[in-house]
């Protein structure tokens, strides 16, 4: 049996390609909750706009829960795995920084699923968005501060 982590099995032999949508999830270390702090959360999603900004995905919907997020993207210029080194590598950065410290952010590794076209992408949007529903942190997803979608 492999003593990988199940993150780095998931996408053995998989290539990503530009035009595709996926669904990406990264975890915080050790599931630390530091995403309760919403300035802390704001610049996981300063690195989504980035990402956005710069060509390399167009962000479908997004969540950052406090101890992991999801993002549904169409990737665009780049593959995966640089896409989700660079948006983790710049915000850890960015969160040791605000927070004077150095220690390490994000669980090595990501989960990704590739959907097809043919799937309704609002329906995975919602249930990307409902994520703090379902776990209690609140009774209205307009309460919560660290969503969006595209469509809204």
Known sequence: MS????????RTGRHSASGRIYLLTAVTHER????????VGRLVVNE???AHEAGSATSIAWVVMPDHFHWLIELQNGDLPKL?????SRSARAINQQ???????????????????????KAAARYIIANPLRAGLVTRIGDYPLWDAMWL
Request: glycine residues 4%.
């Open 3 to 10: 003593s990988k982590p199940k993150a780095h099995r998931l």
């Open 32 to 39: 630390q909750p530091i995403f309760n702090d919403l300035y």
């Open 48 to 50: 989504f706009r980035r």
């Open 84 to 88: 989700m080194q660079t948006a983790k």
């Open 99 to 121: 927070r004077g410290r150095h220690e390490t952010l994000w669980q090595k590794g990501y989960f990704d699923r590739a959907l097809r076209r043919e799937e309704d992408l």
